[in-house]
């Protein structure tokens, strides 16, 4: 995972060939730069403060909605209960945003959880975290939101039956290599599938919400009375609403993502924190509608009984415009997707970058100035899953480990204050704030693993498997020079097949700063 300095100077050399203008831009250490930033062989800045909302919501707004409702009811145990889960869902997703949105100003890298953990804690808690993300957690998400598509974009055409296991499989794995090709030319074309598609999503929330503001309107909301709301289908147990929560998780996931591309938010001390501001309360408000116009047509029964909400809410009342819910669901998904890629390649970027994956990962191409290796690695990750098929017990274990992540991260913002209080921090939340958090998280997690200790279990395994691979890969520096050799090889092909070079970087856009170095600058 390390000793690529051979590889680094063979490009350097193979570089000097086209002529001596073009040297400063293609130098790969990133010593000697150009008289302009923007000519810089680096990640550009293009996403401004619509983008970075587009990001956050259309990461939010996956397959979640669309299938979480029915594991929130079941847990929950009645509709008033289940309501009251979503909005303090996206309560306490506001709540971890906020310690976000001072992490991301604080320490602005790109990585997300795993670049602030491994500033606060060291590389070994780091890149456990990196690890079950590359291994488990963003390739089966990516997989089962694809599944979500391809399901959903098939509907139509087997209306009597479930679409076949390998048409499933090969419209979602076109679908995942279209995507990561688009996301390996241009960051400016990912980022206007965003935007689209994020408006798609919210176009086809609102019309679920519409139609059933109209049916409220009409009288048809006996299910949300409140002298029906809350009556229990079992008694009510702290386990059992421990669980309702872990499964609204699921639907609020991708809050965090745009602190994984920090480096590319034009302006990130400020846009990154309005972004978060501006999206979480839309994501909370529009999910809170999204269930009450479900239960303004559905009983909990019928809800309970559906394995696709939408579409048995537009059978019920769309009619022969049915078919319209399967498409935006559809939509929704292959945004999900979009998203999903151009933040967790960011992810392999930043774990190249710190020597806990191999250097290649932290390549970009020449001209697009995009991360190709670590997206390649993110798509070959995805499609190995979807050949698996097994992807249902894994998606326990992503919700427990994501959520687990969570915690170490937001407790590392009480302990960095403490370690470095002198850090310039742009946002300070009140202590109240990740303290609230972690007290919601410790009692969620708790009876999470007192209700499923093997779920739970084996995400911890999982996690822990990446211990003799950090102290064999990344702390063992002494190595037999084979293997140096092998390592620098792979690089140097990977190189001339995807035309990558080492960023230049500007160290001063994403070194924390003190409050002496703010004053002296």
Known sequence: MDGTERSRKSCAASQAEPDEAQQPMMELNGKEKTDSPSDRVTLKKEIGLLSACAIIIGNIIGSGIFISPKGVLEHAGSVGLSLIVWVCGGGICALGSM??????????????????????????VGFLLLWSAVLIMYPTTLAVIALTFSNYVLQPAFQNCVPPYLATRLLSTICILFLTWVNCSSVRWATRIQDVFTVGKLLALGLIIMVGLVQICRGHYDAL???????????????QIALAFLQASFAFSGWNFLNYVTEEVVEPRKNLPRAIYISIPLVTLVYTLTNIAYFSSMTPEELLASNAVAVTFGEKLLGVFSWVMSISVALSTFGGINGYLFTSSRLCFSGAREGHLPHLLAMIHLKNCTPIPALLVCCGATILILCIGETHNLIN??????????????????????????????????????????????????????????????????????????????????????????????????QKLCFVVFPQEDLSEITPLTAYDKHND
């Open 99 to 124: 310690c976000y949105a001072e992490l991301g100003v604080t320490i602005p890298k790109s990585g997300g959880d795993y670049s602030y953990v491994t500033e606060i804690f060291g590389g070994l």
């Open 397 to 494: 274990y992503v919700s427990f480990i994501n959520f687990l992540s969570y915690g170490v991260t937001i407790a590392g913002l009480l302990y960095y204050r403490w370690k470095r209080p002198n850090l310039l921090r742009p946002i300070k939340v009140s202590v109240l704030v990740p303290i609230s958090y972690l007290v919601f998280w410790a009692v969620l997690l708790g009876f999470s693993l007192y209700s499923e200790p093997v779920v739970c279990g084996m995400g911890i395994v999982i996690m822990l498997t990446g211990v003799p691979v950090y102290f064999v890969g990344v702390h063992w520096k002494k190595k037999p020079k084979c293997v140096y050799r092998v390592v620098e090889c792979v690089t140097y092909v990977g």
């Open 225 to 239: 009375r409140p002298s029906r709301a809350f009556e229990f289908t079992r008694d009510p147990s702290v386990g």
